[in-house]
Structures are given as structure tokens and as C-alpha cells.
């Protein structure tokens, strides 16, 4: 069998922005830039710095937390954010978050994600 080819966090943000703005080709530009740029340098791969985070939070709160839900928490952190003062980062940010759940949601074992794929 061969092995599943997975969406990057790059081609998430271009299928978002396709279906946003109804364009064949969009640049998603500060969004890709942050998550696939300095902060991936600074942070490391991706799913594994989320991972890391469900690790912990699970230790703390004592209840299993997935990789997928720290990217949907930390989209909601934005959410958030929002109510305050709506700010291009808080949405540049939501963006990033969103795809990067995207992703993760790929690379996790069924039985650890929240999605059914059933049809």
C-alpha cells in the first residue's frame, strides 16, 4: 500500500484562501510566512511542538488532550483575543492555526482524532 501523501500547512492556508476569495491562486503571505517560517526555526516541527504542548496539558489536567485540540485552543485563544480589540495578528494567527490543525489532523492516528472520516 502506498503511504498517504499528507496536505501541508502551506496548501491548508491556499485551500482557505481559494474558498474565501474564489481565486485559483492567492497569496496567503503572512500566515505561511509565520507558521512555515522563523517560528517553525524557533520552534521546531510543527506537530511535534504541538504534540509536546498535548503532553503537558494532558499531565496537568489529567484528561487525554490530542495535538489537534492544542491547535484548535490556541485558535480559540485568538478568538478570544478578538472580543477585545481585533487586531490583522489575531487573524493572521487564527489562519495559521487553523491549518496547522489541518495538518496535525492528517498526520494523527484515527482513533486519536476528533474527525470522523467516514462518508
Known amino acids: 500500500m502506498p503511504k498517504k501523501k499528507y496536505r501541508t500547512t502551506r496548501e491548508y ?3 482557505a484562501a481559494k474558498i474565501v476569495t474564489g481565486q485559483r491562486q492567492y497569496d496567503y503571505g503572512d500566515a505561511a510566512k509565520i507558521v512555515t517560517g522563523q517560528r517553525q526555526y524557533d520552534y521546531g516541527d510543527k506537530y511535534q511542538n504541538h504534540k509536546n504542548i498535548s503532553e503537558l496539558w494532558s499531565s496537568y ?4 488532550v490530542s495535538a489537534h485540540d ?9 478568538v478570544a483575543r478578538l472580543k477585545n480589540r481585533k487586531t490583522e495578528d489575531c487573524y493572521i494567527d487564527m489562519a495559521g492555526y487553523a491549518a496547522i490543525a489541518g495538518e496535525i489532523h492528517e498526520q494523527e492516528d484515527d482513533a486519536d482524532s476528533p474527525f470522523s472520516t467516514a462518508e
Not at 61 to 64: D, E, N, P, T
Not at 70 to 78: D, E, H, Q, S, T
Open 13 to 15: 492556508l491556499d485551500i
Open 61 to 64: 489536567l489529567g484528561k487525554k
Open 70 to 78: 492544542v491547535a484548535i485552543c490556541m485558535l480559540l485563544v485568538k
